[in-house]
């Protein structure tokens, strides 16, 4: 049976994932900005932090009985706390809703997304608790109306339209656990656009709110802010 653990050496953080196993690489790296992050870990020929990997790795640093004590789940929760933790989706926000594409080559607000192309590729997709998936589910749509911005409470975090695009159904509930575990209620960020307004394009964000004690996600960020930091992933059947 698979189970959660850390693996000394190049230090991991092993977690079961779907049909095999996720690593999380430490220690983090940063400080810097989204795309030299990103570089960093592509050079290491690491899989990046997206936000289905993001919400399983943090998990266990503040839940899991045997590892959040442990110096690799401390300085991540150090980093939130006192920093925050790049996810790598890109985040194009619409009068309609938000499209959420898992960010794999660390592109950020470098490049921009074309709506048009974006509704194309959801062509064929399906839904999940009334998001819109692609075939490979790296494109996601929450409509307006599916998401809200502020303060949550555990259950609502993980039901809220946005965190599902952006953590996915499962990772979702993942957050909505951490989220439970600082003294104060989860909020959420991100950009409401009107019908006269252009599109915004972002990156996301995790942060425990500047010492606030509450989980924040942010989907709101520029990327080029140099405080940021990362991990790089593994996936394999066994590590």
């Keep these: 049976m698979k189970q959660t ?19 999380s690489i430490y220690p983090l790296l940063g400080p810097n900005d989204y795309q030299v992050l990103g570089a960093e870990i592509i050079r290491r020929k690491q899989l990046m932090p997206t936000g289905d990997y ?11 009985q045997e590892i959040k004590n442990e110096p690799e789940s401390i300085e991540l929760k150090g980093k939130i706390k006192s920093n925050y933790l ?14 959420v594409l898992m960010d794999e080559k660390a592109v950020g607000i470098s490049q921009p997304l074309d709506e048009n ?23 996601r749509f929450a409509p307006k109306g599916s998401y809200r911005f502020g303060e949550h409470t555990s259950e609502s975090l993980s039901k809220d339209g946005f965190v599902i695009a952006s953590y996915n159904v499962d990772g979702a509930k993942k957050l909505g656990e951490v989220s439970g575990i600082f003294q104060n ?7 409401k656009i009107s019908e006269s307004q252009k599109v915004q394009q972002r990156v996301s964000v995790l942060s425990s709110y500047w010492n606030v004690l509450r989980l924040g996600l942010y989907g709101d960020g520029v990327g080029v802010d140099w405080s940021g930091f990362a991990f790089g992933v593994r996936r394999a059947k066994k590590f």
């Design 185 to 191: 209620s989860p909020m959420t960020f991100g950009l």
């Design 86 to 99: 790049y996810v790598f989706n890109r985040n194009l926000w619409t009068p309609k809703g938000v499209y």
């Design 5 to 23: 653990r850390l693996i000394k050496g190049e230090t991991k953080l092993v977690m079961p994932y779907k049909n095999g196993e996720l690593a």
């Design 117 to 139: 192309k974006l509704e194309k590729m959801l062509k064929g997709g399906k839904e999940k608790n009334g998001i819109i998936f692609n075939k490979d589910e790296r494109l």
């Design 54 to 64: 993001t919400a399983f790795l943090i998990h266990p640093a503040y839940c899991h």
